[in-house]
């Protein structure tokens, strides 16, 4: 059966260009009534222009779907819901897809440089999702997506701003996922790759072109679709390949013993198996974390020697 949108509400950030504009399409063309948001800036977040969302707009209606544009910014997040609560009565589905990128090496990064980026990445999707949450709980459904990225996990030289604000991201997602679970509120993390205004700077052009949005979207309407369970999830995307990504921990060490001082130099001793991911472990909650560290402090008192193991304990599994 093909997934439909029909009856839902979806509101997309910066959805005037780029892989937002794919999703606008995507979600409007399985039945979606769609706010296309998008402030038209340059990349850098400086300018202003209406035109960027009125043609998704007109792109989306062309072809017989329900939108109208919204062109505040996403600081504004009231606005964005209240444009969607105007024109559609609800809202269902936030897709915090908005950005713009100040890449600068750490040492050359100012305030502002740090401070925008915070700002429309990590703020801006703070004040959206807020301003539609309570509408959520009330209907008991809602999907949220935030958009990461492979800098934010794994690091990229001269994205120390950009970085921190997109693994800023996946910590507001977690928490949602949590918070949201009894209300059927979902919310996920996608790290995408594609070509678009954002990264024709930074990738040859055939790669450009050969990475195309509509690539990703199809990963973007499942992870909104009422089928779709998945919650807290984190999921690398581009080129029509898809995965997802989870916390492992090693084993660990014990370096105290019972009425003795813990010792850098213990640590020390023990560095290797600290970091030796042999059987590593999942942990997929705070709950679960924790009660590995505190069944540490009863094997420490009993035993009293190093080397035990506090995540080989059946509890923590
Ligand atoms: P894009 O530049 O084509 O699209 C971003 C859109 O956001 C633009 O249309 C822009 O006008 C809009 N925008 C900027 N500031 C805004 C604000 N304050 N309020 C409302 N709209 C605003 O870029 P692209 O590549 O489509 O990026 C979409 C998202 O995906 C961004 O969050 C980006 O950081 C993220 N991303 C993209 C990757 C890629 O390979 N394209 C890689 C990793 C992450």
Redo the contacts with the bound molecule.
Sequence with gaps: MPLSFEGRVVLV?????????EYALAFAERGAAVVV???????K?GGKSSA?ADKVVEEIRAKGGKAVANY????DGEKLIQTALDAFGRIDIVV??????RDRSFARTSDLDWDLIQ???LR?SFLVTRAAWNHMKNQKFGRIIM?????GIYGNFGQAN?SAA?LGMLGLSNTLAVEGRKYNICCNTI?????????ETV?PPDLVAS?K?EYVAPLVLWLCHEQCQENGGLFEV?AGWIGKLRWERSQGRIVRQKNKPMTPEAVQAEWDKICDFTNATKPASVQESLQSVVSVLSEVESEGEVGANPTAAPASM
Excluded: C, F, Q, W
């Design positions: 950030t910066g959805a005037g260009g780029g892989l937002g504009r948001n998008d402030l038209g800036a340059d990349t977040g960027a505040d910014s996403v600081e915090n897809n908005a950005g713009i990128l700002r429309i990445h801006g958009t990461a990225s492979a800098a950009y997109k790290a995408p790759v594609a070509g678009s205004r954002l990264t990738m990475l949005p581009g």
